[in-house]
């Protein structure tokens, strides 16, 4: 088995602060590993916490920080750093799911730690994000949460399905024909140069009538087709 990274590292700076880092991060045995793992993804003994613990204290800049610490008799600041995160996540977050492993928590920490937050209220929308069947990217909520649920897109809402947006076409075409206006609702209420104009499917996009993130489902109730060109300019689809 090829070694990892941290491995390689751990040789390249072999010294007595790496000999400390191991022996509290690379121990399986340590008493506080369960809760660790909790957040953290990867083996111990492949030097994967410890890396973690590397990059968060350091920004990412984990060998210039090994080279700079390299002869160090303590890691006081790496161990303390590590926990501030930690108590940090814990303090916002109730969840134990396994969608909390394995995050940027140290790059969260960075940007978010100074905002305030409702650990309940943080528990009831990640419940109610987690059961969102339009949510597809469930590792973004953390992220959404903490951003203040400013970016849907890190969530990857579910798109309209081709059988929806197919649909919603032939209806909104018909009815448009008949009242000899445009197919897209916006190129109406702009009353401009294609106020009449009749898209064909393959230049439309699927866009939800009652945005998802203010309550609106991926469904053909709540689907109408927009031109290419209204659908990018309108916000918060």
Not at 132 to 141: F, L, P, R, Y
């Amino acid at each position: 088995m090829p070694l990892s990274n941290q491995e390689l590292r751990n040789a390249a700076y072999h010294g007595s602060f790496v000999n400390r880092a191991r022996e509290m991060f690379s121990n399986s045995q340590n008493g506080n590993m369960a809760r660790w793992r909790t957040y953290v993804k990867g083996d111990p003994k492949r030097q994967d916490i410890l890396e973690a613990a590397l990059d968060w204290v350091s920004d990412g800049n984990i060998e210039e920080y090994m080279a700079a610490h390299r002869h160090d008799e303590n890691i006081d600041e790496l161990a303390n750093y590590f926990e501030t995160v930690l108590d940090w996540v814990g303090n916002v977050f109730d969840s134990t799911d396994s969608v909390m492993r394995g995050q940027h928590w140290g790059e969260f920490y960075r940007k978010y730690h100074s905002n305030s937050y409702s650990k309940d209220r943080i528990s009831e929308r990640m419940e109610e994000l987690m059961g969102d069947e339009a949510v597809t990217s469930k590792s973004g909520i953390i992220e959404y949460l903490l951003d203040g649920e400013n970016d849907p897109e890190l969530l990857h809402i579910r798109i309209f399905s081709a059988s929806d947006k197919k649909t919603a076409y032939a209806q909104q075409t018909k009815k448009a024909k008949e009242q000899g206006i445009s197919n897209c609702p916006m190129c109406v209420q702009e009353d401009g140069a294609n106020k009449s104009k009749i898209y064909k499917q393959s230049e439309m996009e699927a866009d939800h009538v009652t945005a998802w993130s203010k309550g609106g489902a991926t469904t053909l109730s709540n689907c109408q087709m927009l031109c290419t060109k209204h659908n990018r300019m309108k916000g918060n689809r």
